[in-house]
T-cell receptor, first 113, second 115 residues
Framework: GENVEQHPSTLSVQEGDSAVIKCTYS??????FPWYKQELGKRPQLIID?????GEKKDQRIAVTLNKTAKHFSLHITETQPEDSAVYFC????????????FGSGTRLSIRP | DTAVSQTPKYLVTQMGNDKSIKCEQN?????MYWYKQDSKKFLKIMFS???????INETVPNRFSPKSPDKAHLNLHINSLELGDSAVYFC??????????????FGNGTRLTVT
């Protein structure tokens, strides 16, 4: 069935180090992969997205890679800072419809000072 | 100006009651959604409307009834509330084409507590 799996569920890294969060999806028709950051008590907010015609996208300290063959996509955060602490969600569009986006289970990222 | 606004922010009610959550977006988007986020932070899609037409209904109990009076509004009415309905409900909107996805813009959420 439709599924997005996300690992790890929790991640703790030293400030200044890199963090990597990985997701896999089941629907080969998926063509849009956004990542959201949710701070405590706040709404999820888009931080970066990638479409299936691109293998990698970068925005300052954040990068996303996509491997369509393996149905994997990953979020990379470099030079982590305390304000990067949050829950991160990957997501994928499902099927040929442009109106269904399902989310992974989330990764709680903690940055140690 | 808040792009996607939902009210109320908090809702505490007793089992068996009926309640509504309202959502409005001023982004000119044509697709709106309701997502449920449970205590474990799972974000699960419930409904999606495109230009006032229901296009996704994710096996949600029929106690939940969405209503879209126009494409800028999507309300959620819940009948006979149960303890398991306690969660944060997020409204979202996006600009969608027939095969084109764009980012979801979320409201600030409504924390529903059923006692």
């Amino acid at each position: 069935g439709e599924n997005v799996e996300q690992h790890p569920s929790t991640l703790s890294v030293q400030e200044g180090d890199s963090a990597v969060i990985k997701c896999t999806y089941s629907d080969s028709a998926s063509n849009y992969f956004p990542w959201y950051k949710q701070e405590l008590g706040k709404r999820p907010q888009l931080i970066i997205d990638i479409r299936s015609n691109v293998g990698e996208k970068k925005d300052q300290r954040i990068a996303v890679t996509l491997n369509k063959t393996a149905k994997h996509f990953s979020l990379h955060i470099t030079e982590t800072q305390p304000e990067d602490s949050a829950v991160y969600f990957c997501a994928a569009s499902i099927g040929s419809s442009a109106s269904k986006i399902i989310f992974g289970s989330g990764t709680r990222l903690s940055i140690r000072p | 100006d808040t792009a996607v606004s939902q009210t109320p922010k908090y809702l505490v009610t007793q089992m068996g009651n009926d309640k509504s959550i309202k959502c409005e977006q001023n982004l000119g988007h044509d697709t709106m959604y309701w997502y449920k986020q449970d205590s474990k932070k799972f974000l699960k899609i419930m409904f999606s409307y495109n230009n006032k037409e229901l296009i996704i209904n994710e096996t949600v109990p029929n106690r939940f009834s969405p209503k879209s009076p126009d494409k800028a509004h999507l309300n959620l009415h819940i009948n006979s509330l149960e303890l398991g309905d306690s969660a944060v409900y997020f409204c979202a909107s996006s600009r969608q084409g027939s095969s084109y996805n764009s980012p979801l813009h979320f409201g600030n959420g409504t924390r529903l507590t059923v006692t």
